[in-house]
């Protein structure tokens, strides 16, 4: 029942401080001690994501002091308060005031531990709650870009630098990851979203009209043509042009297409008028169009056209700690939309979530948190055990194969020992600090192996 949620101790008593530090520390907990409380005010801030544990009697800035300033950074951050015999009165009007928890002298460890988990979990709920609130009020404004991960971090700061600068940008990345709403939000996020966002999948339109679609045509410019069609490129003038899955534009519009790049012009079907366009491209791919063995067919020089700006749209399993964040963002709008309540997270849809490698990245997780909702996804149950020794990956770099082999082996001590750290870091031989940072590396959610969500 251990849990690596960051405590914040305060104790003006070194002694208890380092008793109590210790005692949370093998519960698993990562502690962070303090004798002063305003030195541990300056660390704490409205995304600190764990637990205050503090005492009452405290020389300069007392514990109820420290509450008040505390709530005031953030109402929701759990406080729990240590008190003295005489002073439970006081801690229970505390707990009026916003206080989590209090616990008074002498306590049993198990006391103490018990109630920061508790906090702590709590704490990760407000905490999504808070990520949840932000995504749909981006949904409002067009469609999310969820994840804490680093790398998404930094593609979202990416995207703000570059929203406003009219550069053509290629997307690439697996089937849904996502481009599309990246390219959506770099719409979104420009001087040109007054103008049209104009999506056009270049892998789901016959040769035959894929020229008009992109073009436009005159009346009676082909057999067909009963009028005038303005085509997508000249729709989308003022505005974005999203040109998705790019790779599987014919030899021929490629041609066109590269003119219309350089010249920022059209020339519609069965006409000599040339019209200006103001646009901006992005263009996305599932395959690298920079390997020349991977491009194929694709035009080199178009491809270094395109590539400006190139930006890179991770598959969901180098970035497994946003699963569960994600999960519950499309679980509520499955909810809402289905007007169904979210059923209650089961142990088998924890271990998938936490374990399944999600080749269909965001929209196989979407799929699923929908089907979750609907009450139609087994419990997982009759899944495949894994080996009882990890297989050696066969594919990638070694780098990429050794961080897979790592995880696997991390993933499967874990559940040997049912979730417990103390074991688990004893069988692996590393440290503590070490063994809570190749979870967050891996996104290994330790609670899908708990003993506790077997019961």
């Given at each position: 029942?251990?849990?690596?949620?960051?405590?914040?101790?305060?104790?003006?008593?070194?002694?208890?401080?380092?008793?109590?530090?210790q005692t949370l520390d093998l519960a698993g907990f990562a502690v962070r001690p303090f004798a002063a409380p305003l030195e541990a005010l300056q660390t704490i801030d409205r995304n600190f994501p764990g637990v205050v544990?503090?005492?009452?009697?405290?020389?300069?800035?007392?514990?109820?002091?420290?509450?008040?300033?505390?709530?005031?950074?953030?109402?929701?951050?759990?406080?729990?308060?240590?008190?003295?015999?005489?002073?439970?009165?006081?801690?229970?009007?505390?707990?009026?005031?916003?206080?989590?928890?209090?616990?008074?002298?002498?306590?049993?460890?198990?006391?103490?531990?018990?109630?920061?988990?508790?906090?702590?979990?709590?704490?990760?709920?407000?905490?999504?709650?808070?990520?949840?609130?932000?995504?749909?009020?981006?949904?409002?404004?067009?469609?999310?870009?969820?994840?804490?991960?680093?790398?998404?971090?930094?593609?979202?700061?990416?995207?703000?630098?570059?929203?406003?600068?009219?550069?053509?940008?290629?997307?690439?990345?697996?089937?849904?990851?996502?481009?599309?709403?990246?390219?959506?939000?770099?719409?979104?996020?420009?001087?040109?979203?007054?103008?049209?966002?104009?999506?056009?999948?270049?892998?789901?339109?016959?040769?035959?009209?894929?020229?008009?679609?992109?073009?436009?045509?005159?009346?009676?410019?082909?057999?067909?043509?009963?009028?005038?069609?303005?085509?997508?490129?000249?729709?989308?003038?003022?505005?974005?042009?999203?040109?998705?899955?790019?790779?599987?534009?014919?030899?021929?519009?490629?041609?066109?297409?590269?003119?219309?790049?350089?010249?920022?012009?059209?020339?519609?079907?069965?006409?000599?008028?040339?019209?200006?366009?103001?646009?901006?491209?992005?263009?996305?791919?599932?395959?690298?169009?920079?390997?020349?063995?991977?491009?194929?067919?694709?035009?080199?020089?178009?491809?270094?056209?395109?590539?400006?700006?190139?930006?890179?749209?991770?598959?969901?399993?180098?970035?497994?700690?946003?699963?569960?964040?994600?999960?519950?963002?499309?679980?509520?709008?499955?909810?809402?939309?289905?007007?169904?309540?979210?059923?209650?997270?089961?142990?088998?849809?924890?271990?998938?979530?936490?374990?399944?490698?999600?080749?269909?990245?965001?929209?196989?997780?979407?799929?699923?948190?929908?089907?979750?909702?609907?009450?139609?996804?087994?419990?997982?149950?009759?899944?495949?055990?894994?080996?009882?020794?990890?297989?050696?990956?066969?594919?990638?770099?070694?780098?990429?194969?050794?961080?897979?082999?790592?995880?696997?082996?991390?993933?499967?001590?874990?559940?040997?020992?049912?979730?417990?750290?103390?074991?688990?870091?004893?069988?692996?031989?590393?440290p503590r600090k070490t063994f809570y940072d190749k979870l967050q590396r891996h996104g290994i959610v330790r609670g899908a192996f708990a003993e506790r969500d077997e019961a």
């Open positions: 029942m251990t849990s690596s949620v960051p405590v914040i101790l305060i104790d003006d008593d070194r002694d208890l401080l380092k008793a109590t530090a544990v503090s005492d009452i009697r405290m020389p300069r800035l007392d514990g109820l002091e420290l509450l008040a300033r505390i709530r005031a950074i953030d109402a929701d951050l759990p406080v729990i308060l240590v008190t003295g015999h005489g002073d439970i009165p006081m801690a229970v009007g505390a707990i009026q005031d916003g206080a989590y928890d209090f616990i008074a002298k002498p306590f049993a460890a198990d006391r103490l531990v018990q109630c920061v988990a508790r906090a702590g979990e709590k704490r990760n709920l407000v905490l999504d709650n808070r990520r949840l609130r932000e995504a749909q009020s981006s949904e409002e404004e067009g469609l999310p870009l969820i994840g804490q991960a680093p790398v998404m971090q930094r593609l979202r700061h990416t995207l703000r630098q570059i929203a406003d600068t009219d550069v053509d940008v290629l997307l690439t990345g697996e089937t849904g990851t996502g481009k599309e709403v990246v390219a959506s939000l770099l719409h979104r996020w420009s001087r040109r979203a007054r103008g049209h966002f104009v999506a056009l999948n270049c892998g789901a339109l016959p040769e035959q009209i894929m020229e008009s679609e992109l073009f436009g045509h005159e009346q009676g410019a082909f057999t067909g043509a009963q009028k005038r069609r303005i085509g997508r490129i000249e729709h989308s003038s003022g505005g974005t042009l999203f040109l998705d899955e790019i790779e599987s534009m014919p030899s021929g519009t490629q041609v066109q297409m590269l003119r219309v790049l350089e010249m920022r012009e059209v020339t519609p079907l069965g006409t000599n008028e040339v019209r200006p366009v103001d646009i901006r491209v992005v263009a996305a791919a599932k395959v690298d169009l920079g390997d020349p063995a991977e491009r194929r067919d694709f035009r080199e020089d178009l491809y270094y056209r395109l590539n400006v700006v190139s930006l890179f749209i991770p598959p969901l399993r180098e970035r497994r700690e946003d699963v569960p964040l994600l999960f519950r963002y499309f679980a509520q709008r499955a909810a809402s939309r289905f007007g169904r309540a979210v059923p209650e997270l089961t142990a088998a849809v924890n271990r998938h979530l936490a374990t399944h490698d999600w080749p269909g990245n965001v929209r196989e997780l979407g799929h699923f948190a929908e089907r979750f909702v609907l009450g139609l996804e087994p419990a997982h149950e009759d899944e495949a055990p894994l080996p009882s020794a990890p297989s050696m990956p066969q594919a990638g770099t070694l780098p990429d194969r050794l961080a897979r082999l790592e995880a696997e082996i991390i993933r499967q001590t874990l559940r040997e020992h049912g979730g417990d750290v103390r074991r688990s870091i004893e069988a692996l031989g590393i």
